[in-house]
């Protein structure tokens, strides 16, 4: 059983473990008045365990109904209804058990010992047990209770805020996925419906395009290194789609091999730089740039096309990967694109961490 399951789990063994200590808590608790000095023979007396078992045993009752009226009663119910007045009625109800309880089980307990006793002596360890040991046990698994539920409550919280940003990120999939496969096939199409002969290479390159986006992109972060070879891979792609129309220069510098990144990311980026437009008027001359230096990771874009017509198309591209990236990199990455009739330009710097993750916590939340 783990610290985890001890605290939080609603399953049999674990609930019966962690009451079965808060009840071991209050037999110490009933031993330590009992302790008029700390000596070796003392500690090891078994009179004392013994007739401190046997005080605790007796009004454990009364304890036992106290915290647990408190705790699935008095404290749910205020929660739910928000109203003093339950809270005043509830206590004073609770009180008024207790107190009766403690006077009876005292008589009771002194009768047992047959030792002489008066009605103060009943009095002085009914007034003890409801006043002292009845507000410090019921208190502290009150507290015990409150704490938990808030740390349940942050728990569950941070669980629905990964879970929306897992969603978030599914829809930026599912968005970018089509919209590149769709254009991709329409090209492969026109090629052969052309008579030339690379519709098989681009159907190799498309292939290993998809199994990247289905297979690799459902981690948090993935190998640099594997990122790389998805831009090679999309480079080469339009190439064999553009041909003569398209010159692309990649240029990469520093060591990759050792950082990971989230997959995916420079695809967006690829797509708004090489313009899928079916005509071309003139040469498209690309020139990519990706640079590391010591953690941070620098990605340059430029081609010579009409940035102000392509932002206007891909702006909502631009936008989805701005999120991408204050999901998993916070303010550690600067994106900026500078467009104009002439030429687009991208560039990105961002700093590389350890790998993240977004993994659920196994969480029960029902009962004490």
Same mark, same amino acid.
């Given at each position: 059983?783990?610290?985890?399951?001890?605290?939080?789990?609603?399953?049999?063994?674990?609930?019966?473990? %962690?009451?079965?200590?808060?009840?071991?808590?209050?037999?110490?608790?009933?031993?330590?008045?009992?302790?008029?000095?700390?000596?070796?023979?003392?500690?090891?007396?078994?009179?004392?365990?013994?007739?401190?078992?046997?005080?605790?045993?007796?009004?454990?009752? #009364?304890?036992?109904?106290? #915290?647990?009226? /408190?705790?699935?009663?008095?404290?749910?119910?205020?929660?739910?209804? %928000?109203?003093?007045?339950?809270?005043?009625?509830?206590?004073?109800?609770?009180?008024?058990?207790?107190?009766?309880?403690?006077?009876?089980?005292?008589?009771?307990?002194?009768?047992?010992?047959?030792?002489?006793?008066?009605?103060?002596?009943?009095?002085?360890?009914?007034?003890?047990?409801?006043?002292?040991?009845?507000?410090?046990?019921?208190?502290?698994?009150?507290?015990?209770?409150?704490?938990?539920?808030?740390?349940?409550?942050?728990?569950?919280?941070?669980?629905?805020?990964?879970?929306?940003?897992?969603?978030?990120?599914?829809?930026?999939?599912?968005?970018?996925?089509? %919209?590149?496969?769709?254009?991709?096939?329409?090209?492969?199409?026109?090629?052969?419906?052309?008579?030339?002969?690379?519709?098989?290479?681009?159907?190799?390159?498309? /292939?290993?395009?998809?199994?990247?986006?289905?297979?690799?992109?459902? #981690?948090?972060?993935?190998?640099?290194?594997?990122?790389?070879?998805?831009?090679?891979?999309?480079?080469?792609?339009?190439?064999?789609?553009?041909?003569?129309?398209?010159?692309?220069?990649?240029?990469?510098?520093?060591?990759?091999?050792?950082?990971?990144?989230?997959?995916?990311?420079?695809?967006?980026?690829?797509?708004?730089?090489?313009?899928?437009?079916?005509?071309?008027?003139?040469?498209? #001359?690309?020139?990519?740039?990706?640079?590391?230096?010591?953690?941070?990771?620098?990605?340059?874009?430029?081609?010579?096309?009409?940035?102000?017509?392509?932002?206007?198309?891909?702006? /909502?591209?631009?936008?989805?990967?701005?999120?991408?990236?204050?999901?998993?990199?916070?303010?550690?990455? %600067?994106?900026?694109?500078?467009?104009?009739?002439?030429?687009?330009?991208?560039?990105?710097?961002?700093?590389?961490?350890?790998?993240?993750?977004?993994?659920?916590?196994?969480?029960?939340?029902?009962?004490?």
């Amino acid at each position: 059983m783990t610290r985890n399951e001890f605290i939080f789990s609603n399953k049999l063994k674990p609930r019966l473990a %962690r009451h079965l200590a808060f009840w071991v808590m209050y037999y110490i608790h009933t031993i330590i008045p009992n302790l008029t000095d700390i000596k070796i023979s003392t500690l090891t007396d078994p009179e004392l365990y013994k007739n401190v078992f046997y005080e605790a045993i007796y009004f454990l009752p #009364v304890f036992m109904f106290s #915290v647990y009226f /408190s705790i699935y009663f008095i404290l749910p119910g205020y929660l739910k209804k %928000r109203t003093f007045s339950f809270l005043i009625l509830s206590f004073l109800l609770l009180a008024a058990v207790t107190a009766i309880a403690c006077y009876l089980i005292s008589k009771i307990y002194f009768r047992s010992y047959g030792s002489e006793w008066n009605e103060a002596d009943v009095i002085n360890q009914a007034w003890s047990k409801y006043i002292g040991d009845q507000i410090i046990i019921t208190g502290s698994a009150i507290i015990l209770k409150i704490i938990k539920d808030f740390s349940l409550k942050q728990r569950e919280s941070e669980i629905l805020a990964i879970e929306n940003i897992k969603s978030k990120l599914q829809l930026l999939k599912m968005q970018m996925h089509p %919209r590149i496969l769709f254009e991709c096939l329409q090209n492969i199409y026109n090629d052969i419906d052309a008579g030339t002969q690379y519709a098989p290479q681009m159907i190799l390159k498309l /292939s290993d395009l998809l199994s990247y986006l289905l297979y690799e992109t459902d #981690v948090q972060q993935i190998a640099l290194s594997k990122e790389i070879k998805l831009i090679e891979n999309y480079i080469e792609l339009k190439e064999l789609e553009y041909k003569k129309q398209l010159e692309i220069c990649f240029k990469i510098s520093g060591d990759t091999s050792t950082h990971y990144i989230t997959p995916g990311l420079f695809l967006p980026l690829l797509e708004i730089g090489i313009v899928p437009f079916e005509k071309l008027n003139k040469v498209l #001359v690309i020139f990519i740039e990706l640079k590391k230096i010591n953690s941070n990771l620098y990605f340059h874009l430029k081609n010579n096309m009409d940035g102000n017509q392509i932002m206007a198309s891909f702006q /909502s591209t631009l936008d989805s990967t701005k999120k991408r990236l204050q999901i998993f990199h916070s303010n550690k990455f %600067r994106l900026d694109v500078h467009s104009s009739s002439s030429s687009l330009e991208i560039n990105m710097q961002l700093q590389l961490n350890k790998i993240i993750s977004l993994q659920n916590p196994n969480i029960q939340n029902d009962g004490e």
